[in-house]
């Protein structure tokens, strides 16, 4: 596996980050998962503005931003990518010694590590739904930002996994916000809702398409956040991601929705957006 | 310098963690600093426990902490520290790849890195007192585990840097949990105030050494929250920590406390602090 880190283009066995890197220390870095279809990176532009985003709020100076994208392309390239990728990328804040807390007061040169990888398709997922559990959403207060910042989200999704389910969903406060590495949406009388643009979910890149395909095919789509409780008075419930794109939620906890059928508004999300995609 | 990585003593240059890291990818990792007096380590058991507890939350198996104690040690001796010493231990999940939320599925080794260095003393700051700010509390809820998914603290610490500060106060819905990396403590007619171990808050040591000298002076000390707009009706404030010890604070945000006189009370507490600590 070739992956790119500070610079060079090394084998992972190679590839090194300082103990004292502040993405090691503190989190203090951010990151992007991008993939791609038909060997093409899907919505860069988007995965870009976003990684802007991220670095500004974390105050993070890296320069070197319109290189990323050829770089990915590269280590397709080396490391034999044959059907769709996944591209990871990490910008920390840069190594400095002594451990501060602050910004280190003498200038630091961000650390950047990319990797790509062969993307696994969830193709039975998609199809036959998944089960999702609810978990207390004990995350900072910035999850607009996307950093690495990541522990409550690993133990989340551990406790997920440990129940069979695919993802957990995590309520803050009674609401619903968004799942580990996923934004979450209900729908009820044809209208679909999703925890409104905050500082308590970090925009999707996913869930934007859903909100332009909502718009192109006059679907009925509002910005509201989804009471805990309310849950069962809802028809159909998806999760989107990079990854797992429109995934259907055929179970929460112990409640199995429709007998475990992937909702029909749900599903004709997936098909346009399968459209979309394979077009891409 | 000398560090202590993956059961190896190196020099810093090389030392490396691997990029895929679960403490660099997620900061999935817990650590403790530890200082000493007289060249011993203070307080030792203390952190240890503190230490095995974040462990156990966060469901790092690790089975060499008998070990670490030695280490420290056998650094200060390989670092030829003169006087006091500040050890850093951090402990991570390990590394996997691919790279997945949930804990990897093949059983991974834990990451292991200790440094140490020559500890500066803070005279002046604990003679003359210091200025803190105030700063919302927009860290996860989870406090009490001593992890390094420490973005929120960078940021918070970097704010109080360029305000002239020496610390951010964290101030959750309207109630004042703790500094970024130092426990607050205010005083009013005799009575030492701070908020309770709860999830909002970690239990510093010197937090609990200053609990422990107030039971042995026969001090009022109430683990309460202090409300945030009740601060003016409060005579004396200190921050504790490791590297800070009891540190008084003169300064909240614009308003200078007893004409930036550090406190009566607060002054007694160093002086049998210090004494607690030259007879460590």
């Given amino acids: 596996m070739m992956v790119f880190i500070n610079n060079r283009f090394l084998p992972i066995e190679e590839a090194h980050i300082s103990p004292f890197d502040r993405g090691f220390l503190f989190a203090d870095g951010v990151y992007e ?19 802007k985003r991220s670095l500004n ?30 591209a ?11 451990r501060t807390h602050s910004f280190p007061k003498k200038k630091i040169s961000p650390s950047t590590f990319i990797s790509v990888q062969n993307l696994k398709e969830n193709t039975k997922e998609q199809t036959d ?14 999850c607009d930002i996307k950093s690495t910042s990541l522990l409550p989200v690993v133990l989340a999704s551990q406790k997920a996994t440990e129940e069979n389910a695919a993802e957990a969903i995590l309520v803050r406060d009674g609401m619903i916000t968004e799942g580990t590495h996923t934004n979450f949406f209900a729908i009820k009388n044809e209208t679909i809702y999703t925890a409104p643009k905050s500082r308590f979910i970090l925009e999707g890149i996913t869930r934007k398409v859903v909100l332009e395909l909502c718009e192109r095919f006059k679907i009925d789509c509002r910005e509201e956040f989804i ?8 028809d159909e419930f998806f999760i989107t991601s990079t990854t797992k794109e429109i995934t ?4 929460i906890d112990y409640w ?5 059928e ?8 997936q098909a346009v957006f399968k459209k979309l995609a394979e077009d891409y």
Same sequence: chains 1, 2.
Avoid: C
């Avoid at 990871?88 to 002594?98: C, E, F, K, M």
């Avoid at 739904?129 to 910035?142: P, S, Y």
């Avoid at 009471?227 to 809802?234: A, P």
């Avoid at 259907?248 to 179970?251: D, G």
């Fill in 33 to 51: 998962s991008i993939r791609t279809y038909n060997k093409k990176l899907f919505r860069y532009p988007d995965h870009l503005d976003r990684l």
């Fill in 57 to 86: 709020e974390t105050r993070i100076e890296f320069k070197e931003i319109e290189s990323i994208e050829n770089i990915i392309y590269e280590l397709m390239i080396k490391n034999d990518i044959e059907d769709e990728a996944l």
């Fill in 88 to 98: 990871y990328l990490q910008i920390s804040r840069g190594s400095a010694i002594p």
């Fill in 129 to 142: 739904g998944v089960k999702v559990i609810l978990q207390e959403d004990v995350r900072w207060l910035r």
């Fill in 227 to 234: 009471v805990k409780d309310d849950l069962k008075s809802f």
């Fill in 248 to 251: 259907p939620v055929t179970s």
């Fill in 256 to 260: 199995t929705i429709n007998n475990g």
């Fill in 262 to 269: 992937p909702g029909k508004i749900t599903k004709s999300l």
